[in-house]
């Protein structure tokens, strides 16, 4: 062995290994996940307790836990004006939401596919209500009613939702209406279809996703909004009325029987539609 080599050995055997890089915990591994861990307990302490007592055994409030009892879901309408307050609410709700969402789909479309004098102009006008406050849009919208002789009561609350849905509608749709491919509408009119038969059979069906989601975000806002509905129902009781007038002296339990069925059919509904997409993609990816 030449004595370069032995030195190289003897450097190979002296020589220490190299240690493992620490690992570092900087503020940011922990912050975001307690910051979300406590948002969604923040957010779920209404929800379990709205549950919760749903299921007390309440006299004339319910603001303290006397008991679990199932009677509140079997006999929710013995507290008739919860019933009657959730009846126009869903009344309203429909009746907004459709009114809200052919009219919003035809704007969206017009915006996208048209162009005419003082389009930027019925953009703008389209998108303000979303940018101001509720209070100012209820309250504009009362002295209208006022100043024209108008009534208050289911009439002016189903225009009143209709006018401030409709914006959100149009924003849904005409995302939807700006990402359609034309050349999908061409190839049918090439291949003899009229205007009635291209919308039906390839627009309307592509629009439908959108059209539908609009649909939603217009009802759940109808439904849950207080405050333009305050300003416009006259006599009038609205289920989210109905909580606020009731809130003073403990929300009846059948009130959170309503509130916590609506909870679970807005889950059930959402878990169904992300199942439902998921074996559709899975679906579409074994098709060769």
Same mark, same amino acid.
Request: charged share 10%.
């Given at each position: ?35 979300? $861990? ?130 959100? $509608? ?119």
């Amino acid at each position: 062995m030449s004595t370069q080599e032995a030195l190289a050995l003897g450097l190979a055997t002296t020589a220490k290994p190299t240690p493992a890089p620490r690992r570092r915990i900087g503020l940011g591994t922990w912050l975001l996940p307690t910051y979300s $861990v406590m948002a969604l307990v923040f957010l779920l302490i209404p929800i379990v307790y709205t549950i919760v007592f749903s299921f007390n055994i309440s006299g004339k409030s319910n603001i303290a836990w006397n008991g679990f009892t199932f009677a509140n879901w079997t006999n929710v309408c013995d507290q008739q004006d919860v019933c009657a307050a959730f009846g126009a609410s869903l009344l309203i709700g429909s009746i907004s939401t459709v009114s809200a969402t052919i009219l919003g789909t035809m704007i969206a479309i017009a915006l996208v596919r048209y162009r005419f004098r003082f389009r930027a102009i019925t953009s703008l006008l389209i998108f303000l209500p979303m940018a101001t406050p509720e209070v100012v849009i209820g309250a504009g919208l009362a002295a209208q009613f006022l100043s024209a002789g108008v009534p208050k009561g289911i009439g002016t609350i189903i225009l009143a939702h209709t006018m401030f849905c409709l914006s959100f $509608v149009v924003v849904t749709v005409k995302a939807r209406v700006a990402s359609l491919d034309p050349a999908l509408e061409e190839a049918g009119r090439d291949l003899y279809g009229s205007p009635r038969q291209v919308f039906l059979r390839i627009t309307f069906p592509l629009l439908l996703p959108g059209i539908l989601a609009a649909a939603l975000l217009s009802f759940s806002l109808s439904f849950d909004d207080f405050i333009i509905t305050y300003f416009n129902a006259g006599t009038v009781q609205t289920f989210p009325t109905y909580i606020y007038i009731s809130a003073t002296r403990g929300i009846p339990a059948q009130a959170n029987v309503i509130a916590s069925a609506v909870f679970f059919i807005a889950i059930a509904i959402v878990v169904i539609s992300q199942v439902a997409a998921q074996s559709r993609r899975k679906r579409l990816g074994k098709t060769p």
